[in-house]
T-cell receptor, first 111, second 115 residues
Framework: SQKIEQNSEALNIQEGKTATLTCNYT??????LQWYRQDPGRGPVFLLL?????KEKRKERLKVTFDTTLKQSLFHITASQPADSATYLC??????????FGQGTELSVKP | SAVISQKPSRDICQRGTSLTIQCQVD?????MFWYRQQPGQSLTLIAT?????????ESGFVIDKFPISRPNLTFSTLTVSNMSPEDSSIYLC????????????FGPGTRLTVL
């Protein structure tokens, strides 16, 4: 069955550094992959979508890569800020618009 | 984008009772999804609700336990029936699959605690 794995341990970094989060998947070839941010007590908020024919996508301080050979996506936040502290989820598409989510990685940016 | 509201935002319920969660969207959408997020876990899709047809349930979820209504293109309800403490979770509705972005937008969630 389809499986998605993200860094299980929380990621703690210093303000100003680049945070890199990993999303690996198996037994599937998604047409696209998405990254979401979730704050405590809130629903996920969409950040970026990258399609299978795209290697990299950027949005302001965010960068996502998608390696369909390695079956991996990397999510980077450059010049990180304490306000970036949250849980980040990756999600893969399945048929009919349904998404399968990873368990999320908790990021903490210290001032 | 879409603005989604859910009611209630949280509730504490007794074992054996049922709770109906409402999801309202500020625009008409074809597909609505209901997810569950158990403590410390990721989101798990419960069912897909299309207006005018029966909801489609994922493996492990059944209509008797999680009946869903979709009376129009802006509204849906999810009922958690005959609740047990294992049903304690956050329940989220989402909409998406529109235009060319394929993104999904989520409601704020309903935090359910079953005693």
């Amino acid at each position: 069955s389809q499986k998605i794995e993200q860094n299980s341990e929380a990621l703690n970094i210093q303000e100003g550094k680049t945070a890199t989060l990993t999303c690996n998947y198996t037994n599937y070839s998604p047409a696209y992959l998405q990254w979401y941010r979730q704050d405590p007590g809130r629903g996920p908020v969409f950040l970026l979508l990258i399609r299978e024919n795209e290697k990299e996508k950027r949005k302001e301080r965010l960068k996502v890569t998608f390696d369909t050979t390695l079956k991996q996506s990397l999510f980077h936040i450059t010049a990180s800020q304490p306000a970036d502290s949250a849980t980040y989820l990756c999600a893969l598409d399945t048929q009919g618009g349904k998404l399968i989510f990873g368990q999320g990685t908790e990021l903490s940016v210290k001032p | 984008s879409a603005v989604i509201s859910q009611k209630p935002s949280r509730d504490i319920c007794q074992r054996g009772t049922s709770l109906t969660i409402q999801c309202q969207v500020d625009s008409q959408v074809t597909m609505m999804f209901w997810y569950r997020q158990q403590p410390g876990q990721s989101l798990t899709l419960i069912a897909t609700a299309n207006q005018g047809s029966e909801a489609t349930y994922e493996s492990g979820f059944v209509i008797d336990k999680f009946p869903i209504s979709r009376p129009n293109l802006t509204f849906s309800t999810l009922t958690v029936s005959n609740m047990s403490p294992e049903d304690s979770s956050i329940y989220l509705c989402s909409v998406g699959g529109w235009s060319s972005t394929d993104t999904q937008y989520f409601g704020p969630g309903t935090r359910l605690t079953v005693l």
